[in-house]
């Protein structure tokens, strides 16, 4: 009899416990269901990662489900409330789940300042009807969190001596294969630029300076019968021939004077020497004295020019 009244009595103490948890249940799903309008909008929070740097980023995104006649919106997750962190982008996308429901998708990128954990700020979803009217503002608070390690060690407490700089050391076996191939390369820089240098002086050497000046003396000639004004024509004629002295006779003409060119002329012992000095003296005269010859003269001293050239020509093959 005893038995029976026992098991009796956990029987009727077990179906009070199911009532009971099944009047919470309903109680509770039907405060769900009364404070975000039939499961909408359903909100989820990641966060990753959950342990950083000082500076590191952080990504922090909020899905948000919705009916599909509706459009959500976060607010409070701003730069003055993700301080001391700071918001460095923002990015927005919505896709369709199932017939008759949205879903939107806010991610967020934090660099994160400070130390120790820190949670993420409280928002609010707002949804509003395709005319733009709020239907509804919810508030969420996400228990998601991350911590910040500091850069130091917490224990340190004075500046650690600064070392010395250390020198690099070198293998020989690096340095020396460095040191015989930048030497190689020097050595045939320099027997490039030698070679380079004789084939320049010899093709210089198989050009024939009076050649060069009666071919210009010709074309000078010519611009001269041409209407070339006299005056200007002696300024040429004083470079043709400088520049032939120096060139056949080894000479500094081109930028000396009257009486150096002379003076090196006589050393070398010059035939003609008073022909060549006339037409440079006449050529001065025109230049510095304001001398103007005519035409006639100009043509003579150009024929004088010519016969100094061929007979120092003439001279050198002989020679």
Do not use: W
Request: proline content about 6%.
């Amino acid at each position: 009899m005893k038995g029976k009244f026992e098991s009796t009595t956990s029987g009727l103490i077990i179906s009070l416990a199911l009532i009971v948890l099944s009047v919470l249940a309903s109680a509770v799903s039907g405060s769900l269901r009364a404070d975000t309008g039939e499961g909408y909008p359903g909100v989820t929070v990641s966060l990753k990662p959950d342990t950083v740097l000082v500076g590191d980023r952080v990504f922090l995104s909020i899905g948000v489900s919705h009916r599909e006649s509706e459009t959500a919106a976060i607010e409070g997750i701003d730069s003055v409330s993700v301080k001391p962190s700071v918001l460095i982008g923002r990015k927005e996308s919505s896709s369709k789940l199932l017939p008759g429901a949205g879903s939107e998708r806010f991610d967020y990128e934090l660099a994160v300042f400070g130390s120790g954990r820190q949670s993420v700020p409280p928002f609010t979803v707002v949804l509003r009807d395709g005319a733009g009217a709020v239907t509804k503002r919810v508030p969420f608070k996400p228990a998601n969190s991350f911590f910040i390690k500091a850069l130091t060690d917490s224990s340190m407490h004075d500046l650690r001596p600064i070392r010395p700089p250390q020198r690099p050391s070198m293998p020989l076996n690096v340095l020396l294969p460095f040191l015989f191939s930048v030497f190689g390369v020097a050595l045939l820089v320099l027997l490039l630029l030698f070679i380079l240098k004789r084939s320049v002086r010899k093709s210089a050497e198989k050009i024939d300076p009076g050649m060069v000046a009666q071919r210009k003396l010709k074309k000078l000639g010519s611009r001269l019968s041409g209407g070339m004004p006299p005056h200007e024509c002696y300024e040429e004629l004083s470079n043709i021939m400088r520049a032939f002295l120096e060139n056949h006779y080894r000479i500094r003409a081109l930028e000396a004077v009257t009486q150096e060119i002379e003076r090196d002329l006589k050393k070398i012992g010059v035939s003609g020497l008073e022909n060549i000095m006339n037409l440079l003296r006449q050529a001065d005269l025109v230049k510095f004295a304001d001398s103007r010859p005519d035409q006639e003269e100009s043509m003579q001293s150009l024929q004088k020019a010519e016969e100094v050239v061929r007979t120092a020509r003439s001279e050198k093959v002989e020679g």
